[in-house]
């Protein structure tokens, strides 16, 4: 007969089966942590410290802007032995101001005092051999800018807490945090395009004693901005301006009654309607009266020109008949589709209104013919001026890097395109754009001098904005260079005239030279003899 | 027998204990280890970072165009000077351009005297 187990077995036995579940459990957790899920354990984030901003790299992968880590000094004055000395040594090791300290350390309500920001590793250094007791550095970030002014005006800067404030830093504000851990924000900018931009354009402002300069370079097919400057600019990696600093991006934030590159809009409203014919004969004559008003031509014209010629020698009368014929309507209509009577919307927080007449009569259509009366930021103008090119398709710019066609509704049709492109061509080789037609490359333009409105009204002349809007190449253009000088002067070389074949004509043909065969842009074959003209 | 078992549980349990704590102590060493070298890591990866900026502060297109201007006397190429490996000639009788494309530039002329860009004031 078997024995009954006793009531003290049988506990034994139930203690023993529990510890065995439970070193049974212990023993499948250690194989699992150890086996199966080595790296579940302290498997902390290992990379770059983390920061506030996304890196911006350019379309080559170059960089633009980074947090680099720095350290906010902050002290803890109860700590401090002697104070005077304490704040007379921060001041010396980090800038700050003295007076700052020293009143700080003496003000028993607040248990902490900030130092100093962003300090750069080398000022951590010195307050560290200093020695002070109830020192705290507290991991922050500094953006850095490694381009300095070249990209200054387009990238914008953030505010000490790391918030954009202008420039795409404040357009990609909400990606530039999202992306903080992750990868680097790509634009659309090519520096090397950037930088001869800025610097053909600050030579070009040097020698011309322009107020300011601008430029943008653009993809008429993607509509990325390949490069965009503004000048006077200033050093984003110090918040001090100098000079006549100034952090104005005057080709996305100012507008400006553009003159005569308008003109190219007025032909692509005459072509498309067929209202006008390129070889069709106007009278030009010396002034052409619209009521009580008269037309004049900047420069002597002959009594008559072909509507090509027109264009090619920039005829305000020729043009003006031109657009007369499209009416008010229709030429509001056209300008309304390519954007022109609207805010431009891209990435770039700046944009500027266009100003245009509330009474859009016969002299209106006339004067905005040829780029008077209506006053748009240059990028919209940009935007507008590569639809005429592309093919007659609305394109909107961006500044993101993109390989997509971005090309949208048809605003002219292909035909249109095409023989405004032949115009154009024609306008650099037999008009005022002679100077921006370089060896290598089919460049197609238009030139444009305006006169600046007085601040009492009525036009001051003698005080121009002068640009150029060129495309190339032009059989089939990819890109368009725009450029723009704000009061030039004219120089002994000039003549003393700072029109816009003189000025920026030639400052586009420099920089297209220089940028197209970084951008692969095929080169024709050029005769010793065209070289030498 | 129980007796023998009891002795063993027991045995097995201070094993067990002395086990369990030396992983445990190894783990916090360990742990220790690995946060000190993700620290290290983060430190390098903050000096990468800023060498990386430094350098492409350096190595800068400005800067690179005022030393070749100053040190080598280098000054802004002619677009029609350049070119590119698939308009080059093959080696041979037939004068081919790799790409069997005809010969760009064959007759170019640069500019005489090409203006540096320094004087250019850049």
């Given amino acids: 007969m078997i024995e009954r187990a006793t009531i003290y077995q049988r506990r034994m036995v139930i203690g023993a089966v529990i510890s065995a579940a439970a070193f049974a459990l212990v023993g499948a957790r250690l194989i699992d942590v150890t086996l199966f899920k080595p790296n579940a354990v302290g498997s902390d984030q290992i990379g770059r410290p983390a ?5 911006m790299v350019d379309r080559n992968g170059e960089l633009l802007a980074r947090d680099l880590p720095v350290v906010d000094l902050y002290a803890r004055p109860h700590t401090l032995d002697d104070k005077v000395q304490a704040a007379r040594e ?5 800038g700050a101001e003295y007076s700052r300290l020293l009143e700080g350390f003496n003000n028993t309500k607040h248990p902490y005092v900030l130092v100093a920001r962003r300090l750069t590793p080398d000022a951590q250094d010195r307050v560290m051999h200093l020695g002070l007791p109830g020192l705290e550095f507290e991991p922050s970030a500094k953006r850095f800018y490694p381009n300095g002014r070249a990209t200054a005006q387009l990238l914008g800067v953030t505010d000490p807490d790391g918030k954009g404030v202008s420039g795409l830093e404040q357009g990609l504000d909400a990606r530039l945090r999202e992306t903080a851990t992750g990868a680097p924000v790509q634009l659309s900018i090519d520096m090397r395009v950037q930088y001869i931009l800025a610097s053909e354009a600050e030579a070009s402002r040097q020698m011309f004693h322009a107020k300011k300069a601008g430029g943008i370079v653009m993809d008429v097919r993607t509509g990325e901005v390949l490069a ?20 104005h991006n005057i080709m996305a934030a100012d507008r400006y009654e553009l003159g005569s590159v308008f003109k190219v809009l007025s032909f692509a409203l005459a072509m498309e309607d067929h209202t006008a014919r390129p070889d069709e004969v106007f009278s030009i004559g010396n002034g052409y009266k619209i009521g009580k008003y008269t037309i004049h031509e900047a420069e002597h014209m002959p009594a008559t020109l072909t509507a090509r010629d027109v264009l090619a020698h920039s005829s305000n009368i020729g043009t003006a008949q ?3 014929r499209s009416g008010p309507v229709r030429q509001a209509a056209f300008l309304a589709s390519l954007g022109l009577l609207g805010s431009l919307r891209c990435e770039l927080p700046e944009f500027a209104r266009p100003l245009y007449p509330a009474h859009w ?5 006339a004067t905005i013919g040829f780029g008077h009366g209506i006053a748009v930021e240059p990028l919209a103008y940009v935007s507008a001026a590569a639809s005429v090119v592309n093919g007659g398709r609305r394109i909107i710019p961006t500044f993101l890097k993109t390989d997509a066609d971005r090309r949208g509704a048809q605003v002219i049709k292909p035909e249109t395109s095409a023989e405004m492109r032949e115009l154009l061509r024609y306008v650099v080789t037999n008009g005022t754009g002679r100077k921006a037609d370089i060896a290598g490359y089919d460049v197609g333009g ?23 809007f060129a495309a190339f190449p032009i059989d089939a253009p990819r890109y368009i260079v725009f450029v723009l000088l704000d009061e030039p002067h004219g ?15 030639p400052l586009a043909g420099r920089i ?6 970084l951008l692969g842009v095929p080169q024709k074959p050029v005769t010793v003899a065209r070289e030498n003209t | 027998m129980v007796r023998i078992l009891n002795t063993f549980c027991v045995a097995l349990v201070g094993l067990s204990i002395l086990a369990l704590y030396h992983v445990s102590e190894q783990t916090r060493v360990a742990r220790l280890e690995l946060a000190g070298v993700n620290h290290q890591i983060i430190r390098e990866h903050g000096t990468i970072s800023v060498l990386e900026t430094e350098w492409e502060r350096v190595a800068g297109p400005a800067r690179i165009q005022e030393l070749a201007a100053n040190r080598l006397g280098l000054s802004g190429t002619p677009a029609v000077q350049m070119s590119s490996f698939e308009t080059l000639p093959r080696r041979g009788d037939d004068g081919q351009p790799l790409n069997n494309s005809p010969i760009a530039q064959a007759n170019a002329q640069a500019p005489a005297n090409p203006v540096p860009a320094a004087r250019r004031g850049l």
């Fill in chain 1, 361 to 365: 009569g016969t002299i209106e259509t």
């Fill in chain 1, 90 to 94: 921060l001041a010396g090791a980090t």
């Fill in chain 1, 51 to 55: 920061m506030a901003r996304a890196d």
């Fill in chain 1, 228 to 247: 965009m400057v503004s000048l006077p600019d200033f050093d984003p990696n110090f918040r001090q301006f100098r000079g006549d600093d100034s952090d």
């Fill in chain 1, 446 to 468: 238009k030139t444009g001098s305006a006169e600046k409105p007085g601040p009492h009204g009525g036009y001051q002349s003698h005080v121009l904005v002068t640009s150029f």
């Fill in chain 1, 512 to 517: 297209i030279s220089r940028i197209a065969p």
């Fill in chain 1, 322 to 324: 031109i657009a007369m």
């Fill in chain 1, 491 to 505: 120089t002994r070389e000039t003549g003393g005239l700072a029109l816009a074949g003189l000025t920026t004509a």
